[in-house]
């Protein structure tokens, strides 16, 4: 048969070899998915790195078997005592009753090894808190003795703690033949011992099964040497999920954005939800809103109208007062007589340019240079002026001229009868002087009037636009653009009341405060609800078109994820193969008389996914679910079907497997199919059974397989012995000649301890005999265990293995005799002499008890 190490031998080329051949072989996957395989690929062995040496190349990380496990005041063990094994392939059984300190030797190998305990993983801190040996209060220590491959074979790793110490401190060391302690590099063995782990418990035996599903898929995917595979993936899923995660991110956001911006009364908001809700977004406008400076029409129109400033009190006050001191000149001066001077002052002004222009008309070289028409206003010109001339401004064309024309007269304007000649000009210009000088000062009252009118009207001006267009919403700026309109109308006016311009004014100052004040407020309220959403905004731009342009890169990147999934799940379960197969041949060995038929294991899901190991078994031919019909026994079977493979694969640096307690769940039929199947393995790896069950010892014996067997045993205060087991038959020879040696006992015990130490030697021999034969005859193991159970006594029982099933006890004498007088008192003097004296040669009764029992075994 091949061995279970020769099949798990069978290692296909590396799995991302095999998927960059699976690329090269699919012509029609698209050049943009096969490349990011590729560079995923590339990156995932990159970054691989084989398991490092533990320290140095002169120790070779291989090869390793066990020579001794040296242990001192841990768990049951006291004084120090050493578990010493061969180094090298072979099976030993360590055997020994509950409590006697066996499984002390298996824990702290793996502690030794592994810093830890899978016995006490998940475990109250209660059954940490015994791991000192009450019997031995000095330090703790626990060594194990490894021969490795190398040029330096020889390894010992070491814990120790001293008193008080608690177990995760101490020390841990190693060292090879000829050279110092050094730390143990437990971070460079963590990898491979997590791997390749060599050790099972009999609490792990039903968590390998029925342990968290993704434990054993990582496990297994691991151990086909899928990391590189996993990377790649990961190398791929992580992109992918950065870019989903925008893209989630985005619709999430502009979502949130869309719910929020129609409560907001603001153009800028209601421009932003537009874009938002097309199906897809115009990002250059969005960028255009949200960049405006200016913050769209609306603030923009509540800023103009914060901008809008009314001279300051204090001015306006001044030109009322001025006026006022205006108008009360103006009074002052005023008279029926000066009004009409003033108004004849005009009038003759008024011709007397009529009279010079048309003089000058007919005589261009009495025209004045620079002379023009008069109006109206001349006389208050020449009024504000009276240096000029002694005309009041008016020229005399006599006096420019020095001479007169008879013919230079023109008709009067008024009756267009008489002539207005030079002298009625130079006595026009005599009263006009005459009447400016009695209307000056009424002249330079009504010209201060005028002047402060008119610096009222520059200081407030007309009604700013952005009281008259269309205002801003919810904001009110009729009533301010009515009174500054009444403002200007008043200022418009000849001579407007001062009061009536104060109180206009005052009123215009407040309406105006007011309304800056709820502009203000509006865009407060505006800018509140709008500034926090425009670094929102500017952000999901950013990330939106971010997005849009990955957009096909995401594509692509699922479509080699799945890609890489199928080609990953395609070459694991042509790796995996090799190890179903062992798994499915260790059940196979195991299952004895088991309904339940192991098929297919495969495994479902990939890495940070839902995975587990899908077992695909029939319950009497019958699909189903298995694990909710096993029983213990099976489960535990199971679980070692699952462990074995892992635990032996070519690639392990352990040579060795520790297995403690696999039988105690397991019935008669499962100890022998066990028993084969730690055989096969120990072809090519040391394996090491710690049981406190003797069936898997006398299944070994009975079956004749090449074991070495050791015996555990504890005595008081922690003393723990170990010594090499022969079969139970000649144990017990053994301790009747000690006892018959031992003179310090009295003569009547001695006598019955040895007399039952035959006894028992009986009944053993009786024991394997009876088995061997009903299970070489073809009984069922259950039959064969209840016929067994059934003898309840010494002769039942070798009456069972000499004469076989439904056989009297009264016939085993007359069978007994065929073979000798002896044979029959053997049987009898063993029997009677473990309860009361018998009269005859302890010796005597030993010899022939040997010979009954050589006689079974035959």
Known sequence: MESVCE???????????????????????????????RAALAAAATAAAPPLPAEGSAFDFSGMFL????????????????????????????????????????????????????????????????????????????????????????????????????????????????????????????????????????????????????????????????????????????????????????????????????????????RAERILRRPEPDFAALEILLSDTAGGPEPAALRAILALELPP??????????????????????????????????????????????????????????????????????????????????????????????????????????????????????????????????????????????????????VPTELTTAGPAYLDTAVVAATWTQWRTLTDCHDPDPDTLGAVHDRLSGELGFLRQSAAKELDRLEQAWTPLVPRLRSWLGLARTVHARAAELQTARAAEVWLKSATAHVRDERLAPLAGTARWVWQSLRQQSNVELGGIRLQGNANSARRVQLDVTVDEVDGAALGVMSQGELHALGLALFLPRATVAASPFRFVVIDDPVQAMDPAKVDGLARVLATVAWDRQVVVFTHDDRLAEAVRRMQIDARILEVQRRERSVVEIRLSSDPVHRYLDDARALLRTPQLPQAISDELVASCCRSALEAASLARAKRILLAEGMDHREVQRRIDTAQSTRAMVTLAVLGPGRRIEDLNKRLAKEGRWAVEVVRDATAGAHIPIARDLSELIADTERFVDWLAR
């Not at 007397?352 to 000058?360: D, G, K, L, N, P």
């Not at 000009?425 to 009424?442: F, I, Q, Y």
Request: hydrophobic share 40%; aromatic share 4%; proline share 8%.
């Open 7 to 37: 099949q798990s031998e069978r290692v296909p080329i590396r799995p991302g070899e095999l998927v960059f051949r699976q690329l090269e072989a699919e012509p029609g996957l698209p050049p943009e998915v096969a490349e990011i395989v």
């Open 67 to 270: 020579r001794a496990i040296r242990v001192e005041g841990f768990r049951g063990i006291g004084r120090e005592t050493v578990l010493e094994l061969p180094p090298g392939p072979g099976l030993t059984l360590v055997t020994g009753r509950n409590g006697s300190g066996k499984s002390s030797f298996a824990e702290a190998a793996e502690l030794a090894l592994t810093g830890a305990n899978r016995r006490w993983d998940g475990r109250s801190a209660a059954w940490r808190e015994g791991w000192r040996n009450l019997h031995h209060p000095g330090p703790v220590r626990i060594e194990l003795e490894l021969r490795t491959d190398g040029p330096a074979p020889a390894l010992t790793i070491a814990r120790a703690w001293p008193g008080g110490e608690p177990l995760t401190g101490g020390e841990w060391v190693q060292r090879r033949a000829g050279a110092p302690e050094t730390a143990f590099p437990a971070g460079r063995w963590a990898p491979t011992m997590e791997l390749y782990r060599p050790f099972l418990s009999y609490s792990e035996l039903g968590a390998l099964v029925d342990g968290k599903p993704s434990e054993l898929f990582d496990a297994l995917h691991q151990l086909l040497g899928m990391d590189d595979l996993i990377a790649a993936h990961e190398h791929i899923r992580s992109a992918r999920l950065e870019m989903e995660s925008a893209a989630r991110t985005a619709r999430r956001e502009r979502q949130l954005l869309m719910a929020e911006l129609p409560a907001i009364t603001d153009r800028r908001a209601a």
């Open 313 to 462: 009190p204090a001015r306006i006050e001044n030109l009322l007062t001025r006026l006022r001191a205006a108008r009360t000149a103006v009074a002052a001066v005023t008279s029926p007589e000066s009004a009409a001077d003033l108004r004849i002052l005009d009038l003759l002004r008024i011709a007397y340019s009529h009279v010079a222009e048309q003089t000058a008309g007919a005589h261009p070289e009495h025209r004045t240079p620079g002379e023009g028409t008069g109006g109206p206003g001349a006389a208050t010109a020449g009024a504000q002026d009276p240096g000029h001339s002694s005309l009041g401004g008016i020229s005399d064309p006599v006096t420019e001229t020095g001479s007169t024309s008879p013919d230079s007269g023109c008709p009067c304007p008024v009756c267009g009868r008489g002539s207005l000649d030079a002298r009625w000009l130079s006595e026009t210009a005599a009263a006009v002087d005459e009447l400016s000088d009695r209307t000056a000062g009424l002249v330079r009252a009504r010209a201060e009037s005028s002047d402060v009118l008119a610096e009222l009207r520059a200081a407030i001006g007309e």
